[in-house]
């Protein structure tokens, strides 16, 4: 069946450090992945997104390659700040428009000045 | 964006008694919205689809008596947890997707049963 598994965190670094949370996944057909984020009491927000083989999605110096030939999706940025610190989540939707996505289990990263 | 609020968005109850929670699309239709439920620390795990006009659809596991689903209009799905029990408090969070089949979330109804 299609899953996602993502690194287990927390994820601790210190201000302008470089980020990598993997994720790698398993899917029939060529679906879509997505990264979220879960900052503190707020509800998942699309951080970034890529819908075919060898596309990059990137959104606030984050940026992810969808890599088919690895199935995976690694979130990474190269200088994280305070306020950066909340849970990501990788996803997948199956290539069927309009279904529930399946996530991973979230990466919480914390970081600290 | 689009907007999907959650009312309430806490919600705390006593064992026994049913509590709904509703999910609203503010600014687009939505003819099918997704339910999900959130263990502390752990991923969001797909409850049921709702579709208006008709019935959900729910996930394997999922007591369809238990998690009643409403897709009442095209801007508003229901879920009522009936009867609930303390194994039932959790973190409830509903999805939309809009025309162009991004997925916006809620933000989520925390349940706690006494």
């Known amino acids: 069946g299609n899953s996602v598994t993502q690194m287990e965190g927390p994820v601790t670094l210190s201000e302008e450090a470089f980020l990598t949370i993997n994720c790698t996944y398993t899917?029939?057909?060529?679906?879509?992945l997505f990264w979220y984020v879960q900052y503190p009491g707020e509800g998942l927000q699309l951080l970034l997104k890529a819908t075919k083989a060898d596309d990059k999605g990137s959104n606030k110096g984050f940026e992810a390659t969808y890599r088919k030939e690895t199935t995976s999706f690694h979130l990474e940025k190269g200088s994280v700040q305070v306020s950066d610190s909340a849970v990501y989540f990788c996803?997948?939707?199956?290539?069927?428009?309009?279904?529930?996505?399946?996530f991973g289990k979230g990466t919480t990263l914390s970081v600290s000045s | 964006g689009a907007v999907v609020s959650q009312h309430p968005s806490r919600v705390i109850c006593k064992s026994g008694t049913s509590v709904k929670i509703e999910c609203r699309s503010l600014d687009f239709q939505a003819t099918t919205m997704f339910w999900y439920r959130q263990f502390p620390k752990q991923s969001l795990m797909l409850m049921a689809t709702s579709n208006e006009g008709s019935k959900a659809t729910y996930e394997q596991g999922v007591e369809k008596d238990k998690f009643l689903i409403n897709h009442a209009s095209l801007t508003l799905s229901t879920l009522t947890v009936t009867s609930a029990h303390p194994e039932d408090s959790s973190f409830y969070i509903c999805s939309a997707p809009t025309d162009t089949d991004t997925q916006y979330f809620g933000p989520g109804t925390r349940l706690t049963v006494l």
């Open positions: 996803a997948l939707e199956t290539n069927q428009a309009g279904t529930a996505l399946i």
């Open positions: 899917a029939t057909g060529y679906p879509s």
